[in-house]
């Protein structure tokens, strides 16, 4: 059975960085893309980006080029998702996902069609 | 990018009932790349649906999808007490990108 453990719970000042990890177990880590998900408050969920592990080349939804990196390591089965130049609006719960054991469900880059396997959640808070 | 449009944004019904959740794609989409899932407050979101019609692993019989091209449907039938929740439309894009509707609540009546 996959499970996605996460760090915990961050408070942060705006304009400074936060790192949320995914720390992945039951399964393959190298060639399962891990991505990272957002939802704000009383807005709905967000992709902000994913990589495989196995090539290490992230993936990035456009809104978040610039200020996101998706890192892994291999010998942690870890992920980390580092968001940068921190605003208030960028409060929000952060959930690392993976798709489903089935390699059809996938594309030919390795990235899944949809999320089976979720972290618990982190709330990263900014805040002066 | 293609945007998903749920409606509506809330729904209220009694336990018993039927709801009926719809994602409109503003283009065609492969219906191999529509998912749906249940979130809860404090929990992970939960996949239900995917391959619009096809139920996750333990999910009930009571949630069943449809849909191709540009609308698509959520259908809970015999609403149970712990069915009330927010529910996403996601879809798959090359390159990848994943877009999700922006939600629909099904509250208690």
């Known amino acids: 059975q996959v499970h996605l453990v996460q760090s915990g719970a961050e408070v942060k000042k705006p304009g400074s960085s936060v790192k949320v990890s995914c720390k992945t177990s039951?399964?393959?880590?190298?060639?399962?893309?891990i991505n990272w998900v957002r939802r704000a408050p009383g807005q709905g969920l967000e992709w902000v980006g994913g990589?495989?592990?196995?090539?290490?080349?992230?993936n990035y939804a456009q809104q978040f080029q610039g200020r996101v990196t998706i890192t892994a390591d291999e010998s942690a089965t870890t992920v980390y998702m580092e968001l940068s130049s921190l605003r208030s609006e960028d409060t929000a719960m952060f959930y690392c996902?993976?798709?489903?054991?089935?390699?059809?469900?996938?594309?030919?880059?390795?990235?899944?069609?949809?999320?089976?396997?979720w972290g618990q959640g982190t709330l990263v808070t900014v805040s002066s | 990018d293609i945007v998903l449009k749920q409606s509506p944004a809330t729904l209220s019904l009694s336990p018993g009932d039927t709801a009926t959740l719809s994602c409109g794609a503003s283009q065609s989409l492969s219906s191999k790349y529509l998912a749906w899932y249940q979130h809860k407050p404090g929990l992970a979101p939960r996949l239900l649906i995917f391959?619009?019609?096809t139920r996750a692993t333990g999910i009930p019989d009571r949630f069943s999808g449809s849909g191709s091209g540009t609308d698509f449907t959520l259908t809970i039938s015999r609403l149970e007490p712990e069915d009330f929740a927010v529910y996403y439309c996601q879809q798959y894009g090359r390159s990848p990108t994943y877009t999700f509707g922006q939600g629909t609540k099904l509250e208690i009546k």
């Open positions: 990589i495989i592990p196995l090539f290490g080349m992230p």
């Open positions: 391959q619009t019609s």
């Open positions: 996902a993976r798709g489903p054991d089935v390699p059809t469900h996938y594309d030919t880059n390795g990235f899944p069609y949809f999320f089976h396997y």
């Open positions: 039951g399964g393959t880590f190298t060639t399962y893309a």
